[in-house]
């Protein structure tokens, strides 16, 4: 048999027929042969989806030198058949294309041809498109997160690093508070008392005493006494300037209380306990 079309020869794949010159397709039925008609989503005849079709069927790449060409009007040969498609009995139910990324696309096989379900094609097109570009946002967000985060970290880092750790140091300030320095001066819960000025001589007493959250300072304070300030609990004294003379202990922290005195002149030592810190400087 030849190509009902140009007159080529023919290549076999089971009970179906491909021209090796102009790459028409033919069905071997009841002893003849019948064109198969392949039409391209939209109707014409497309070279490279009747390839893609011939492959579906089992034919291998062209062979050199085929040009391919519309199916003309077949010479001597019978009409194709009316009912069920020129492949009925022939192609499986359900053949399906593929296209890159995209779910199998159904073939529909029937009188007129072959023929893509082009709603079903655009329908599964779009949920890619939709799939790409969830996948597109989704990578951005969590790229702006990471970058959100990395800054943040970067300014903690910053912060830390400014402040000598993160330890928050104390400083002065307050309520104005009048200490005349003639008798021991003591604070507690959550006052913030400040004296400024006070001259106090007190031998053989605690001149000061800060207990409980109380939270002291003193300015240009000076203080003549047995121990000078002694902080317990969580009591905080912040001395600016003046000077301590102290018999026993300038001074004394315990708990986690803190002690600490800029500027000012001091004679004696100092004593610590638990988490008490004493600092001068």
Same mark, same amino acid.
């Given at each position: 048999m030849q190509c009902l079309h140009c007159g080529g020869a023919l290549e076999w794949v089971s009970a179906n027929a491909r021209c090796s010159r102009c790459l028409n397709l033919f069905q071997h039925q009841n002893g003849q042969l019948t064109p198969v008609v392949v039409q391209a989503p939209g109707g014409g005849f497309n070279p490279d989806f009747n390839q893609v079709f011939a492959q579906q069927l089992g034919f291998g790449p062209p062979p050199p030198g085929a040009v391919?060409?519309? %199916?003309? +009007?077949? =010479? $001597?040969?019978? %009409?194709? +058949?009316? =009912? $069920?498609?020129p492949l009925a009995g022939i192609v499986p139910e359900g053949l399906n294309i593929r296209i890159h990324g995209v779910a199998p696309v159904p073939i529909n096989f029937g009188a007129g041809g072959v023929s893509v379900n082009q709603e079903k094609l655009e329908n599964k097109l779009k949920d890619k498109a939709k799939s790409e570009i969830?996948?597109?946002?989704?990578?951005?967000?969590?790229?702006?997160?990471?970058?959100?985060?990395?800054?943040?970290l970067g300014i903690y880092i910053y912060v830390v690093a400014k402040d000598g750790g993160g330890a928050k140091k104390p400083t002065a300030g307050g309520d104005d508070t009048a200490w005349d320095g003639k008798a021991p001066f003591s604070c507690g819960g959550n006052d913030t008392p400040r004296i400024k000025g006070t001259v106090a001589n007190l031998p053989g007493k605690t001149a000061i005493t800060v207990t409980g959250n109380c939270q002291l300072t003193l300015e240009n304070v000076q203080i003549t006494a047995a121990i000078g300030i002694e902080a317990g609990a969580n009591g905080q004294v912040v001395m600016n300037g003046g000077s301590i003379t102290a018999t026993t202990n300038t001074a004394v922290a315990s708990g986690n209380a803190q002690v600490i005195i800029t500027g000012a002149k001091t004679t004696g030592k100092s004593k610590k306990s638990g988490n008490g810190k004493v600092s001068t400087n």
């Amino acid at each position: 048999m030849q190509c009902l079309h140009c007159g080529g020869a023919l290549e076999w794949v089971s009970a179906n027929a491909r021209c090796s010159r102009c790459l028409n397709l033919f069905q071997h039925q009841n002893g003849q042969l019948t064109p198969v008609v392949v039409q391209a989503p939209g109707g014409g005849f497309n070279p490279d989806f009747n390839q893609v079709f011939a492959q579906q069927l089992g034919f291998g790449p062209p062979p050199p030198g085929a040009v391919p060409r519309p %199916p003309g +009007p077949p =010479q $001597g040969a019978a %009409p194709p +058949p009316q =009912q $069920g498609g020129p492949l009925a009995g022939i192609v499986p139910e359900g053949l399906n294309i593929r296209i890159h990324g995209v779910a199998p696309v159904p073939i529909n096989f029937g009188a007129g041809g072959v023929s893509v379900n082009q709603e079903k094609l655009e329908n599964k097109l779009k949920d890619k498109a939709k799939s790409e570009i969830t996948w597109l946002i989704g990578t951005i967000v969590v790229i702006g997160l990471v970058v959100v985060g990395v800054i943040g970290l970067g300014i903690y880092i910053y912060v830390v690093a400014k402040d000598g750790g993160g330890a928050k140091k104390p400083t002065a300030g307050g309520d104005d508070t009048a200490w005349d320095g003639k008798a021991p001066f003591s604070c507690g819960g959550n006052d913030t008392p400040r004296i400024k000025g006070t001259v106090a001589n007190l031998p053989g007493k605690t001149a000061i005493t800060v207990t409980g959250n109380c939270q002291l300072t003193l300015e240009n304070v000076q203080i003549t006494a047995a121990i000078g300030i002694e902080a317990g609990a969580n009591g905080q004294v912040v001395m600016n300037g003046g000077s301590i003379t102290a018999t026993t202990n300038t001074a004394v922290a315990s708990g986690n209380a803190q002690v600490i005195i800029t500027g000012a002149k001091t004679t004696g030592k100092s004593k610590k306990s638990g988490n008490g810190k004493v600092s001068t400087n």
